[in-house]
């Protein structure tokens, strides 16, 4: 595995002084391994978990032609689109029970939705748009005088109309679900049609969060002048528990050297990758960055964006490691089967605002923990939106404000923004329900030009 540094020159254009969200995602895609073990879990426990292997699908689903409606079966090869059809009923196809019987030419079978077409029956007739012959007509003269007559109008059906065919969901032996997919609500159903009660997911990714700063209380402490209680602690707990990942919560920890040492290793040793907040912006008077750096491979970053400019990213070695940390070799990071990286821990030093913690958690931690959850899940797309307002923008950084997106009278999207978007405003995360992307190049908005938005459903 490369060091940070060759990583760096391999991208284009990489400038730590100024460097674009682009060029962080890319180079934190470059820096992650996904993890290698995986584990049987049964259908209950797989929600949200993510695919080590394909599905295969065992059996073709469905399993037989059957019935999308309830109606009448019969040989489609019958139909003229000049006339009406009558035909006898000769028994009843109930859904669970196969009808054995034989339908002749001009015979037909009445049956349930879901029940198996016989042989040589293509087409199927809905109850509804039958009609039966009068009374009158069924005693006329010549007439076969049969109560179980029923007749199709003509032009009504093409054959083939209302037939389910065998494997039309999926045939046996293709691919039922990748791997990489994440266990939807749906792809458990679609397990379950498989007959599939147990499947092999790639291990939970196990992240420990602790938040830095002497300012920062935690809940049961008495308030204390200049001092806030920590939010980011339960964000970051909030965030990764949706996204699927094992929490190793450590609290808050103090700004002691010794105190971050046993934090950062303690971290290192139990987990993939370690998410800190505060104490990384520049010129902070504390012993953060300088842990960071004694006990790990840490770029220290002024990325181009507002908020969360300040970002440190790298990894922290096991304790094992950490007394000698120049001396990370290739092997240093060598994958095993149970570890993302075994002698060491992705690091992701988030600044310390409350916003800039979750914009940066989306803008970078949250793409680059899906690669070493073993995801191939593609970002979910950015949205086009009127800005209902002006919007002030310096090209040359990307900008997240936090919106509210709704529909216009005519169908489209607008969106305005929450007012003041401090870093630290963390009601207006609450209130918003997306980002307005403001790009890298992109200068002012203007009331009614449209702007991408990333909606946060499901996600904050
Ligand atoms: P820093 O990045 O350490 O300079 O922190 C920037 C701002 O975020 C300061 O106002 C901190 O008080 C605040 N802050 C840092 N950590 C937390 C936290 N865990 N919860 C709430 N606010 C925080
Ligand atoms: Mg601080």
Not at 170 to 188: D, F, S
Not at 281 to 305: H, N, P, R
Request: charged letters at 20%.
């Amino acid at each position: 595995m490369k060091s940070l540094d060759s990583i760096a020159q391999a991208l284009q254009g990489y400038d730590p002084k100024a460097l674009s969200a682009d060029t962080v995602r890319e180079f934190l895609s470059h820096l992650v391994m996904p993890v290698t073990r995986h584990e049987t879990v049964s259908i209950f426990q797989a929600l949200g978990r993510v695919l080590s292997h394909d599905v295969i699908s065992p059996i073709s689903v469905p399993p037989h032609d059957n019935s999308a409606m309830d109606g009448y079966a019969f040989d489609g090869a019958q139909l003229s689109p000049q006339a009406p059809l009558s035909l006898k009923v000769v028994g009843t196809a109930l859904a669970g029970k196969a009808w054995s019987g034989v339908v002749a030419p001009g015979e037909c079978l009445k049956i349930m939705t879901g029940a198996v077409l016989p042989e040589g029956l293509d087409t199927v007739v809905p109850q509804e748009f039958v009609t039966r012959p009068t009374e009158a007509a069924r005693l006329a003269p010549g007439a076969s005088g049969d109560n179980e007559l029923v007749v199709i109008p003509a032009a009504l059906l093409q054959a083939g109309d209302n037939r389910r065919c065998l494997g039309e969901d999926l045939m046996a032996g293709q691919p039922a679900l990748h791997k990489g997919e994440h266990l939807t609500p749906a792809a458990l159903g679609l397990l379950a049609s498989l007959g599939i009660e147990k499947i092999q997911v790639w291990r939970k990714l196990r992240v420990a969060y602790f938040s830095t700063g002497d300012e920062i209380l935690s809940l049961g402490e008495p308030p204390r002048e200049g001092a806030v209680y920590d939010s980011n602690r339960y964000t970051v707990w909030g965030l990764l528990t949706r996204l699927g990942c094992e929490v190793i919560d450590m609290g808050v920890v103090r700004d002691e050297p010794a105190l971050l040492e046993a934090a950062f290793l303690s971290a290192a040793e139990q987990a993939d990758a370690i998410i800190t907040s505060g104490g990384v912006s520049v010129g902070e008077a504390d012993y953060t960055k300088a842990m960071m750096k004694k006990l790990g491979d840490v770029a220290f970053w002024k990325i181009a964006m507002r908020p969360g400019r300040p970002m440190a990213v790298g990894r922290i070695l096991k304790a094992k490691l950490a007394s000698s940390p120049r001396e990370i070799s290739a092997n240093s990071y060598q994958n095993n089967s149970n570890s993302a990286s075994p002698e060491a821990a992705i690091l992701f030093g988030l600044p310390g605002n409350p916003v800039a913690v979750m914009v940066t958690f989306l803008a970078f931690v949250r793409p680059a923990l899906l690669q070493m959850m073993g995801s191939t899940a593609t970002p979910a797309p950015l949205l086009k939106a009127h800005s209902l307002e002006p919007l002030r923008k310096k090209p040359g950084r990307t900008e997240y404000q936090r919106g509210t997106v709704s529909t216009a009278p005519d169908g489209s999207l607008q969106v305005k923004t929450t007012g003041n978007q401090g870093s630290g405003v963390l009601s207006s995360m609450v209130q918003a329900n997306g980002l307005i992307v403001l790009h890298h190049h992109q200068g002012n908005v203007a009331p009614g030009d449209e702007v991408d938005v990333m909606m946060f459903d499901g996600v904050i």
